[in-house]
């Protein structure tokens, strides 16, 4: 009697998995374009300063409704560093960082919408001590130029398409 009980629970059991699977879907789609829902896709960028930028741009295409059509977002980032204030033992103390970012914006058919460069600018005491770069680390200020630099892409991205729709 036991086992009877046990076998019919399972089977029940075993009745809803199987129902509730049926609409189970992948929480991870490799299509950008079906996953976030919008009609920009952006291609991955390099090293780890270019995923920082891809992950910010990623998060303004599926939160911005921007296009109506389908497009494909480009971007080759450019970090240069160049050092600007000296202590007064003739080392440098401050270093001012630039971020270029290359972009193309390609419509459905693989015509240019845009393409250009769009930068920004930071600056940030360069670090001394062995704490220092521990806290450098944890610091959450390090990413505001990749932020910055994301929104100004974002914003020459929406000129374009609107220049586009005009023409």
Not at 36 to 46: E, K, L, N, T
Not at 62 to 90: F, M, T
């Amino acid at each position: 009697m036991l086992k009877a009980r046990s076998l019919i629970l399972l089977s029940k059991a075993c009745l809803c998995v199987f129902c509730a699977g049926c609409s189970i879907q992948p929480l991870y789609d490799n299509s950008l374009e079906h996953s976030s829902g919008s009609s920009i896709s952006v291609d991955m960028i390099p090293n780890r300063n270019g995923q920082k930028l891809y992950g910010f741009l990623q998060d303004y295409v599926r939160d911005i409704h921007i296009a109506d059509k389908s497009y494909r977002l480009n971007v080759q980032l450019i970090e240069q560093s160049q050092p600007y204030a000296l202590a007064d033992d003739g080392n440098n103390q401050r270093l001012k960082i630039t971020y270029i970012a290359n972009i193309t914006l390609k419509d459905y058919f693989g015509n240019v919408v845009f393409q250009g460069p769009v930068k920004t600018s930071s600056s940030k005491n360069i670090l001394s001590a062995q704490g220092d770069v521990l806290l450098n680390i944890y610091e959450a200020n390090a990413d505001i130029p990749l932020k910055n630099l994301a929104l100004r892409i974002i914003e020459q991205i929406k000129v374009a398409i609107k220049y586009e729709s005009r023409i």
